[in-house]
């Protein structure tokens, strides 16, 4: 019941947030027709008979395997309630940045607390700031990089009489988002974290580059296919926490 209701919360706050960037009452996104509590907790449609996302119902199944999963294995040192409440965190950063690209800043703010609160009790104070300040170093880097390169595509879609966009290859959330996953995992975590989330999130945009080649909905004119980076830092970070194995399998020590 617990992971329901966190699947619940996810939900929620993956459909206001992006929206109204506060607590509200949930409306239709499709129609903007308001929900009643009731229809809205129990997945129903609209007044309008607007369905809800596929997403609503896929939170609601893998919440709760997770809340059952982490209360059979609960993660090192955390415990069941804690990674319940940091599994909900990953939740609405994971949605939130695959359906609309977007780490907020509540949701940044909160995740601060919440991973400095993980760092120290899994790792100490020391590794938790070391850890945090690694993931915001390395992550500027990336992100004047992603400036510069967001720069020369400007200019080549210019000079291809093509108008520019405001599309950039990190945003100012990721670097927040990977200073909160470094705080969580502490140093030197957070280097590999990184890494996997990069390469996790290479591999993917592989596939489906050459999806959209085969099926021949690429578009030659195309300099970049934008995809959001977060979920895979969040999946990477989640591996980490949650199967601690899996990682040992990896990286042996």
Same mark, same amino acid.
């Given at each position: ?73 609960? =993660? ?167 199967? =601690? ?6 990286? =042996?020590?």
């Amino acid at each position: 019941m617990l992971g329901w209701f966190a699947g619940q919360l996810v939900n929620y706050l993956s459909d206001v947030l992006p929206v109204t960037r506060k607590l509200s009452q949930p409306v239709c996104l499709q129609c903007g027709a308001p929900f009643s509590w009731m229809d809205y907790f129990l997945l129903r449609a609209c007044q309008n008979e607007h369905a809800r996302k596929t997403r609503a119902r896929i939170v609601q199944i893998i919440l709760p395997a997770i809340s059952i999963f982490t209360w059979l294995q609960p =993660p090192a040192k955390i415990g069941y309630p804690l990674g319940l409440i940091l599994a909900a965190y990953f939740g609405v950063i994971f949605t939130i940045d695959m359906e609309h690209r977007l780490i907020l800043h509540p949701t940044s703010l909160f995740g601060s607390f919440l991973a400095l609160t993980v760092g120290l009790v899994t790792h100490g104070l020391k590794p938790t700031l070391t850890g945090g300040l690694s993931g915001l170093l390395i992550m500027l880097v990336f992100y004047y990089m992603g400036v510069l390169f967001s720069r020369i595509r400007t200019k080549r879609m210019l000079a291809m009489g093509k108008e520019a966009d405001d599309e950039e290859a990190l945003g100012a959330g990721d670097v927040i988002l990977v200073t909160i996953i470094g705080l969580m995992l502490g140093w030197p975590l957070i280097w590999f974290s990184l890494l996997f989330g990069i390469l996790f999130g290479g591999f993917v945009s592989f596939f489906l580059v050459a999806w959209l080649l085969i099926t021949k909905k690429y578009d030659k004119n195309s300099l970049m296919i934008f995809i959001p980076y977060g979920p895979y830092f969040i999946t990477s970070a989640f591996l980490i926490i949650y199967f =601690p194995g899996f990682i040992e399998k990896i990286v =042996p020590g």
